[in-house]
């Protein structure tokens, strides 16, 4: 095999230490170097002076960050490489061997860098990907609330849209602090709220221990705490994507796509398309691509790839918003396919149509265009009357068409 790098480096990187190989036209040299800042340092310094420009290293948790911070203001190519492209010979694997294999593979340009945005946009995902976790932790603790309160036999629940709304907050704190009176627990409801007095009455009737009020009342301090850090979040986000407006309301005007979905898309993607060969390069990167397993003519498993779980999360959400919608292309087109291969694929393909739809509006900076939901039934117009036709005729009928205005 020809040699395409001269002088490159390959990095098996862990937790406490980075095994490293530089392979130059004056011999290979392994060293190995602590994690730690400092050593962190002469790792950068040895490589520099060993003349490489080109650095792989596995995608190996998070151990590989720290590596990647200190060796990007550097001149150097850096490749981050999923683990399961650059498998080692099984029975022979030591770390200076994979430190060996790794610089072998990438001397001779047989590696395939995985997609690292830039240090600004790294720092956004992070924010995000922390707010996403705040998110779902609120979510948990809200589901604990509703544990707490069915061993209580409260059943509020049944009669209100959330337990922690207004008048359900306002419910549950009078309740901690002691009242027991159903009628001033139902006075608390606001005027919209759609339950009847008695309903209320009768769902707040229960038996409530001392450790279930003890339960409730740090979950409700626990949820307020989040709501909290939830908005300073939202706050510096903001913030930071106040660059990209203009995108976000592009986004904005798909359907199913809310602020924060649209401001997810930009943290996990950016906005430059260009580094995508094309829509389907960009659909298959986020996971939403269908996998291929074809074997002796026959295709098996058609499952998607594993993508960003954080993009795929929100996207399956926007997914089932637009699939809520009326009189829009994406909601009829999950519809048509539902009924065939049930709402899970449907979700993904639709899911994939939304990516593929941003895809082009970020890369032509135009808002969306709404197709409508005849559109694809209007394109297969003609090849759906000949079939009924052809069906007709086959039953002993005889068609005549007539168009009507």
């Excluded at 490293?20 to 004056?26: F, N, V």
């Excluded at 050593?39 to 650095?55: A, F, P, Y």
């Excluded at 580094?275 to 939403?288: D, L, P, R, T």
């Amino acid at each position: 095999m020809d040699v395409l790098y001269s002088h490159c480096c390959g990095l098996d990187v862990h937790k406490k230490n980075v095994v490293a190989c530089a392979l130059t036209p004056e011999g290979k040299e392994i060293r190995t170097f602590s994690t730690m800042t400092q050593n962190l340092h002469e790792l950068r310094d040895w490589i520099l002076s060993k003349g490489c420009t080109h650095v792989a290293m596995e995608s190996t948790g998070v151990f590989w960050k720290p590596v990647y911070n200190l060796l990007e203001p550097e001149n150097l190519q850096i490749m981050v490489v999923n683990a399961k492209n650059i498998k080692n010979v099984p029975g022979r694997k030591t770390d200076v061997k994979d430190a060996e294999w790794i610089a072998s593979l990438l001397r001779h340009g047989l590696l395939t860098g995985s997609f690292i945005p830039k240090r600004e946009q790294r720092e956004n995902r992070e924010l995000g990907r922390y707010r996403q976790s705040l998110i779902e932790e609120r979510t948990r603790a809200i589901n604990r609330v509703q544990k707490v309160l069915e061993g209580g036999n409260i059943k509020l629940s049944s009669v209100t849209s959330s337990v922690l709304g207004k008048s359900s907050r306002a419910m549950l704190e009078a309740i901690i602090n002691g009242e027991d009176d159903l009628n001033r627990l139902a006075d608390l409801a606001h005027g919209n709220m759609k339950a009847s007095s008695e309903q209320l009455k009768q769902a707040l009737t229960g038996v409530m221990g001392a450790h279930q009020l003890l339960m409730l009342e740090s979950l409700l301090r626990h949820i307020d705490f989040l709501n909290e850090e939830i908005e300073k979040l939202d706050k510096e986000i903001e913030e930071r994507l106040r660059p990209f407006e203009l995108e976000l309301e592009l986004l904005d005007t798909i359907p199913g796509v809310g602020r924060r979905t649209a401001e997810l898309i930009v943290i996990e993607c950016g906005i430059d398309m260009g580094q995508f060969h094309s829509a389907a390069h960009f659909v298959s990167w986020a996971g939403f691509a269908p996998g291929q397993n074809e074997s002796a003519g026959k295709k098996k498993s058609t499952k998607t790839r594993k993508g960003n779980k954080k993009l795929r999360s929100g996207i399956t959400q926007a997914s089932k918003a637009a699939s809520r919608q009326k009189n829009t292309y994406l909601s009829s087109f999950y519809h048509r396919l539902a009924r065939r291969v049930g709402k899970n694929k449907a979700t993904v393909a639709t899911g994939r149509k939304m990516l593929t739809i941003v895809y082009y509006v970020l890369k032509n900076k135009e808002p969306y265009k709404e197709l409508g939901p005849n559109y694809y039934d209007e394109k297969i117009k003609v090849r759906v009357i000949n079939q009924a036709i052809k069906r007709l005729e086959s039953l002993g009928c005889k068609v005549t068409i007539e168009s009507v205005a």
